[in-house]
């Protein structure tokens, strides 16, 4: 699959220079389930990340009989209980409300995910309180491993397309979504490129948006 991902986007020349520089695609997908990989979402929202992963061991911490707690054992433990890991209010709502629509099954399992198709699963989990559109891209190329995700509304992958492409500004959303269809069906291997076309830019500094 890697193979005829790289081959259709070094169809582009600026891309297939980018695929040499960046080197070999090493995405792996984490094994974690929807339920998990969307309450550490709404942890990490609007926080630095080494003050969410504090936030986390804390609230694993809660719960030592279980690698991580079930919604149920979530649900269980009082809001004050909660807030003293570091999690705020509103937080803490997202959070019940995503144990309770992974009870009630608007959240899927991992293997009942796997049969649903992105645009559905995008549709059931921003049912979640808190969690949004570029949330569930990131579960579906990160955690689950779908090959054609493009998150148009995210700056890393807008930025670095300015840069690969050497733009003055960045596409606007739409306008990459219709760039990219020329990636399909491999747009998430376009997405982690365009991330290390960003990195590569910070790197150069200012001059790289000239």
Same mark, same amino acid.
């Given at each position: =699959?890697?193979?005829?991902?790289?081959?259709?986007?070094?169809?582009?020349?600026? =891309?297939?220079?980018?695929?040499?520089? !960046?080197? /070999?695609?090493?995405? %792996?997908?984490?094994?974690? $389930?929807?339920?998990? !990989?969307?309450?550490?979402?709404?942890?990490?929202?609007?926080?630095?990340?080494? /003050?969410?992963? @504090?936030?986390?061991?804390?609230?694993?911490?809660?719960?030592? &009989?279980?690698?991580?707690?079930?919604?149920?054992?979530?649900?269980?433990?009082?809001?004050?209980? *909660?807030? @003293?890991?570091?999690?705020?209010? $509103?937080?803490?709502?997202?959070?019940?409300?995503?144990?309770?629509?992974?009870?009630?099954?608007? #959240?899927?399992?991992?293997?009942?995910?796997?049969?649903?198709? &992105?645009?559905? *699963?995008?549709?059931?989990?921003?049912?979640?309180?808190?969690?949004?559109?570029?949330? #569930? +891209?990131?579960?579906?190329?990160?955690?689950?491993?779908?090959?054609?995700?493009?998150? #148009? &509304? &995210?700056?890393?992958?807008?930025?670095?397309?300015?840069?690969? =492409?050497?733009?003055?500004?960045?596409?606007?959303?739409?306008?990459? @979504? /219709?760039?990219?269809?020329?990636?399909?069906?491999?747009? $998430?291997? !376009?997405?982690?490129?365009?991330?290390? /076309?960003? +990195?590569? !830019? %910070? %790197?150069?500094?200012?001059?790289?948006? @000239?």
């Amino acid at each position: =699959m890697t193979r005829e991902a790289i081959l259709h986007l070094k169809r582009e020349p600026e =891309m297939a220079a980018l695929i040499h520089r !960046a080197g /070999a695609y090493r995405l %792996k997908p984490t094994q974690r $389930s929807p339920y998990e !990989a969307l309450l550490r979402a709404i942890a990490h929202q609007q926080l630095h990340g080494r /003050a969410a992963e @504090a936030i986390l061991a804390r609230f694993i911490a809660l719960f030592p &009989d279980t690698p991580f707690p079930a919604p149920e054992q979530v649900l269980a433990a009082d809001d004050a209980t *909660l807030r @003293a890991t570091g999690f705020s209010g $509103s937080k803490i709502a997202a959070i019940r409300d995503l144990c309770l629509r992974t009870i009630d099954g608007t #959240v899927p399992t991992r293997r009942a995910a796997a049969r649903l198709p &992105d645009e559905e *699963l995008i549709a059931r989990l921003t049912e979640v309180r808190g969690i949004g559109r570029w949330t #569930v +891209e990131m579960l579906l190329i990160f955690t689950l491993g779908r090959p054609d995700v493009l998150p #148009v &509304d &995210d700056f890393g992958v807008r930025d670095g397309y300015r840069a690969l =492409m050497q733009l003055s500004e960045q596409p606007k959303p739409r306008e990459l @979504a /219709a760039i990219g269809e020329g990636w399909a069906p491999w747009r $998430s291997y !376009a997405a982690w490129y365009l991330w290390r /076309a960003a +990195e590569e !830019a %910070k %790197k150069q500094g200012p001059q790289s948006r @000239a």
